[in-house]
């Protein structure tokens, strides 16, 4: 680091009494060459410097967001007074002395999604809230203002129903139809103006959302005639408001009505645009949207319109990932941004689908379910911690073979967010419980700048083959069933409690699987499956495992699964093993599938086979 000109172009100094201005920055610039020596590597407008000793508080930074960073580290650093003495204080606390010669994020997009159409929080606890992950260097923070059951934006002059009605609902399923039995609730023009005015001032994105064609329950209440087969003259009613959660069958009606409900989505556009001002990204959302109410041609000439209309205004469109799978035969808008929310499988085919794309400006934010989904309880601080929007198979690949893919797949990824929907989450204090102490696990996961090759995927089996404690790359393409206390996640697949499970959220299709993939290769003498719960329910009926072993890239079969799900296999000699992949071959009828165990047998520990099999037949 060069001691005249550190790079830095905003420096915050608080000296000690008696000390110079000159002394401080000397002092503080000293420890920084000794620290360091060097300019920082992976230098970013995040990138931060800090000194504290007992003459200098010293944060050098290249932007407003990096001396922001700084100050969130300061905050969090500071020991509160303790004693007798410390309430009538006029004393904070006190910071450590620490040196930080420099510190930088790893992801740009550190996200945090608030729903406040299923409940409503006031302006005063968002702006509080705000205020809190900006502390832990959340920098996103995405607002759902829309959805089936309220509708929570200030009132558009030309569509006040939506308002009036739209943003209420009868408390619970009795409709007694008396006022105070309803559930209510929107921001005013004055609340937005104070969060815009907040989000800036904290160098926090704002990032407002309604949510369009789908989740229109609120919409269709207030204007029953932008929806399909309504009945002639039915008018809006708070009644016809959902109170139910789930995913429901609302939608607007662009299959027979696509002209008026792009008049009214652009008016919709217009006034989110106007209330957000400084916000360069608005999500239109796209998730869910049932068949029977658009066409995937009405559906790609809708989110086109939307693109454009934004692009007029130097805006970008972020979507959920539907849009991307219903845009794979055509062209995605360049000013599009995809969130993965579905599974880790859909961040992982966004990324191969966007790297096939010529265009550079689209790109995709991973908020998987299974690790960012703060209403359920299985999203516990252990697995958030361990969180990389990186799916771990691109990360080997990139180890191993020196992947000349994963730099494209790094441009494309912006980073992750958090998503918390609210519809079990009542009040302020169940959102605080609800999001804390996990989004600071997700903040620091995304923040670090060390090099890291782990992703949230890999997992670390207590007794794993040769006894090193190997980790493992272990992925699915199925989607993971989440309860409300309970995450199914596929890493449950290689630890050794054959009580945990995977547990896939609906049937799986040919050619679906779970795969297992080796950091170093694993020398093995067989191969134990298990699939199916205590009852042999949701077993795998057509199943076979594949085995990828070290040379020559061979893949093998090992034999097809038995009818009970259950398969165990020694080989013939000792295998070199680089992969093993639980395949469907063909579609159950109803079924869902669990996984209990995927394991390699550790050669000496061959004990109860009944025969040795020869090792597969090459594919």
Known sequence: MDKENDGTAIVLVVMSPGVSTVEALTSALD????????????????????????????????????????????????????????????????????????????????????????????????????????????????????DDQGWRLPKHPDWPLLTEIGSRRWNGQKKNHHHDNHYAGHYTRQDIALLVLLCQELNVQLIPEIDLPGHAGAILASYPFLGCHVPRGRQGSVSLVPTNWGELNYALCLKYKYTQVLDFSTAMVEHVMELFPTSTYIHLGGDEIPDQSVTRTTLVSFFNAMALLLKQHQKKMVVWDEILFLFHKTTLPTNTIVQAWQSTEKVRQALVLLHKSTNEQIQLIASPQEYAYLNKKGTTVARIKQFNPMPCNFINQNNHNNNNNYQGYQNRLMGGSLCLWSEYVPDVDSLYEHAFPRTEAFANALWSSSESSESSESSESSESIGGNNNKQCVFTSMKTYMDDEHSYIVQNVADEDQKTMFWSEGEPFRGDHVTIQYNTVQKACGIHVLTGGDQHQDRCQHCKVRVKTAGEENIVEVGPVAKDGSLYTLFDAVVDVKEIQLVVVARSSRDWLMVRHMALVECGDEGGASKKQKFGTEL
Not at 42 to 69: F, I, P, R, W
């Open 31 to 146: 420890v920084l060459f000794d620290a360091c020596g060097v300019q920082a590597p992976h230098a970013s407008n995040e990138t931060y410097s800090l000194v504290v000793n007992d003459q200098v508080v010293y944060v050098g930074a290249q932007s407003m967001k990096g001396l922001h960073a700084g100050l969130s580290t300061l905050e969090n650093m500071l020991v509160p007074l303790e004693g007798p003495n410390a309430q009538h204080s006029s004393m904070v606390g006190m910071l450590p002395s620490l040196v930080i010669p420099y510190d930088t994020s790893r992801y740009e997009w550190r996200g945090f999604h608030l729903d406040v159409a299923r409940h409503f929080f006031n302006m005063s606890s968002v702006l509080t809230l705000v205020q809190t992950l900006a502390t832990f260097k959340i920098n996103v923070f995405h607002l759902h203002l829309t």
